[in-house]
């Protein structure tokens, strides 16, 4: 059994920054195919960045440049690196893992992630 533990949210004002932890416990192959996603109050909810087994990732056009993602294999966690916040980034982030290998998604269509995490909460304030 997976799990998948959030954490590193808080408040910040607009233009600053953040970075989420995901912390996996259980059997996480280094190259599950990994996600952060975000749900803002009334809204659906929306990947942020989708990586591949390969490596490759597909990131949502309103956090380009902006965000980064990273992962340390030796510590079963993966990061998101938020920087130059905005109000429109206060979310709920969620981290997602499938246990299995895929190539070729995309953010806008992401695979089935049969992990997920608990949540983090980000508000940015101006």
């Known amino acids: 059994q997976v799990q998948l533990v959030e954490s590193g949210g808080g408040s910040v004002q607009a233009g600053g920054s953040l970075r989420l932890s995901c912390a996996a416990s259980?059997?996480?192959?280094?190259?599950?195919?990994m996600g952060w996603f975000r749900q803002a109050p009334g809204k659906e909810r929306e990947g942020v960045v989708i990586i591949n087994s390969d490596g490759i990732t597909s990131w949502a056009d309103s956090v380009k440049g902006r965000f980064t993602a990273s992962q340390d294999n030796a510590k079963n966690t993966l990061y998101l690196q938020m920087n130059s916040l905005k109000r429109e980034d206060t979310a709920m982030y969620y981290c997602?893992?499938?246990?299995?290998?895929?190539?070729?998604?995309?953010?806008?269509?992401?695979?089935?992630?049969?992990?997920w995490g608990q949540g983090t909460q980000v508000t940015v304030s101006s």
């Open positions: 259980g059997y996480i192959y280094s190259r599950y195919c």
């Open positions: 997602a893992a499938l246990s299995r290998r895929c190539v070729g998604f995309a953010v806008h269509s992401p695979p089935d992630f049969n992990y």
